[in-house]
C-alpha cells in the first residue's frame, strides 16, 4: 500500500469514527473502526522503520574483501567511515555505533533476507575493526 493511499484510508476512518453517522447503534461500530485505524497506523509504521533501517547509516556497496576473504586497511577504514589518522578510541565508537545498528539481535523480527544481510555486515564490520586495531596497536 502506498502512502497516498494509507493516507486517504486513515483519514475515511477518523471521519467515520468521529462522524455522528453510524451502521451499528451505539459505539460498536467506531470501536471495529478504531481497531483498523490502529492495525493499519502500526502496520504502515512498522513497513516505514524497516525500510529507514537499511537505508541509513550503511554503506552504498558492499565492501568486497581480498581473495583469502580479509578485508584491507583502506576498506576497514572506509567500512567504519572513519580516517586514517583516527585515534582508536574514535575508531572504536564508529564500531560500536555500526554494531549497534546493524546487530543481528536487533532485526531478529524482519525478515529472513534483511537478518542474512545485518549478519554479513556485521561480520564485516568486526573483520574491519580487528584490522584496525591490530594496526593501530602494532604501530601506536
Wanted: glycine fraction near 4%; avoid cysteine; aromatic fraction near 14%.
Amino acid at each position: 500500500m502506498n502512502k497516498y493511499k494509507f493516507y486517504f484510508l486513515i483519514i475515511i476512518l477518523i471521519i467515520y469514527i468521529i462522524s455522528p453517522l453510524d451502521l451499528f447503534p451505539f459505539v460498536f461500530d467506531d470501536l471495529i473502526a478504531s481497531g483498523f485505524l490502529f492495525y493499519f497506523w502500526n502496520k504502515f509504521k512498522n513497513q516505514k522503520s524497516r525500510e529507514n533501517y537499511y537505508s541509513r547509516g550503511r554503506p552504498q556497496a558492499k565492501i568486497k574483501t581480498e581473495p583469502d576473504g580479509s578485508v584491507s586497511l583502506d576498506k576497514a577504514y572506509k567500512l567504519l567511515n572513519v580516517s586514517h589518522d583516527a585515534p582508536l578510541s574514535e575508531v572504536k565508537n564508529a564500531y560500536k555505533e555500526k554494531m549497534a545498528k546493524s546487530h543481528p539481535d536487533k532485526v531478529a523480527h524482519l525478515s529472513e533476507e534483511l537478518q542474512k544481510k545485518a549478519k554479513e555486515l556485521t561480520l564485516e564490520i568486526n573483520k574491519a575493526y580487528n584490522i584496525i586495531k591490530s594496526h593501530k596497536g602494532s604501530s601506536g
